[in-house]
């Protein structure tokens, strides 16, 4: 099973920026996929924002285009997620997502809370 180890999160104001990092157990050239999902307060389910299949385009959610950004790091086997322009809205636990093999493997995730 792959490990992930999420960071980054933290307090942001709104209108601040914030890079989170995906660290990957294993050299993510051999991934098949890496997403970033995110759980907002009160809702059970996880929200797809950022995703990207090996040897593709990043593909984000409508809610978030313009302001996310995803992108991979092979040197340091990490996954990162840079968030722009952050609103209260943003708030919510991001967690990484990636599959090498079934089933995909999840981090703990990592809190981000856009308050003034």
């Known amino acids: 099973q792959v490990q992930l180890v999420e960071s980054g999160g933290g307090w942001v104001q709104p209108g601040g920026s914030l890079r989170l990092s995906c660290t990957v157990s294993i050299n993510t050239f051999s991934l098949e996929y890496m997403g970033w999902y995110r759980r907002t307060p009160g809702k059970s389910a996880r929200e797809l924002v950022a995703?990207?299949?090996?040897?593709?385009?990043?593909n984000y959610a409508d809610t978030v285009k313009g302001q996310f950004t995803i992108s991979k790091d092979h040197s340091e086997n990490t996954i990162h997620l840079q968030i722009s322009k952050q609103q209260p809205a943003d708030t919510a636990v991001y967690y990484c997502n990636v599959l090498y093999r079934r089933p995909n493997s999840w981090g703990q995730g990592t809190q981000i809370t856009v308050s003034s």
């Open positions: 995703s990207i299949f090996s040897g593709g385009q990043p």
